[in-house]
């Protein structure tokens, strides 16, 4: 079966430090991966996602980045966090346009 | 531009009852729609899909009704329990897109 994870857990940085976050999928080939944020008490707003190694489409305009280095993982980065970069953080797999499967979450407070 | 929403942030049933949660489209192009489960600090959960030419579709415990004339999609829980307390989202994918949309989420909450 398939499974996604996403570490950290939880992140607490400070403004103007570096964001690396990662995730990777087991059990499947060539999916397609995204990356979500998720501010209290609000819905998903998609960041980016891919359909392959180097493919990345950007979704908001921000200061984070995207990248696929491996067919099966996928990580968020940022060179200097901001105070709204706050919430948390989903990565999600599809092995078609249908339905997507979330990661556990990533929960980052920039202080 | 398009959006999907929900008629109610907040819902509570006693445990037992039959919980009905709604949402709104208004992407007529839409043509997947998706229903989430997301429990406090954890990642969405799916829960039942259903695509555009079907109207109603079951699985355990959950039925999901499209109402396409009306952009309407909603998700009946059956013998709600303690355990379905969680934000429910649907989403939905616009025709060719290869994004979801989703709305804002309802609030479960199961009272004793």
């Known amino acids: 079966s398939q499974t996604i994870h996403q570490w950290p857990a939880t992140l607490v940085q400070p403004v103007g430090s570096p964001l690396s976050l990662e995730c990777t999928v087991e059990?499947?080939?060539?999916?397609?991966l995204y990356w979500y944020r998720q501010a209290a008490g609000r819905g998903l707003q998609l960041l980016f996602y891919s359909v392959g190694i180097g493919q990345i489409s950007s979704e908001v305009p921000q200061n984070l980045s995207a990248s696929r280095p491996q067919d099966r993982q996928f990580i968020l980065s940022s060179k200097k966090l901001l105070l709204s970069d706050s919430g948390f953080y989903l990565c999600?797999?599809?092995?078609?346009?249908?339905?997507?499967?979330f990661g556990p979450g990533t929960r980052l407070t920039v202080l | 531009g398009e959006s999907v929403g929900l008629h109610l942030p907040t819902l509570s049933v006693q445990e037992g009852d039959n919980s009905i949660i709604n949402c709104a489209y208004s992407?007529?192009?839409?043509?997947?729609f998706i229903w989430y489960k997301q429990e406090s600090g954890k990642g969405p959960q799916f829960i039942i899909d259903i695509r555009s030419n079907m109207d109603k579709r079951q699985g355990q415990r959950v039925t999901v009704l499209l109402n396409k004339t009306v952009k309407h999609l909603s998700l009946q829980i059956a013998a709600t329990q303690p355990g379905d307390s969680a934000v429910y989202f649907c989403a939905e994918r616009g025709g060719s897109a290869r994004q979801l949309t989703f709305g804002s989420g309802t609030q479960l909450t199961v009272l004793p």
């Open positions: 999600a797999w599809s092995a078609s346009l249908d339905t997507q499967y």
């Open positions: 059990g499947t080939s060539n999916p397609n």
């Open positions: 992407n007529s192009a839409s043509d997947y």
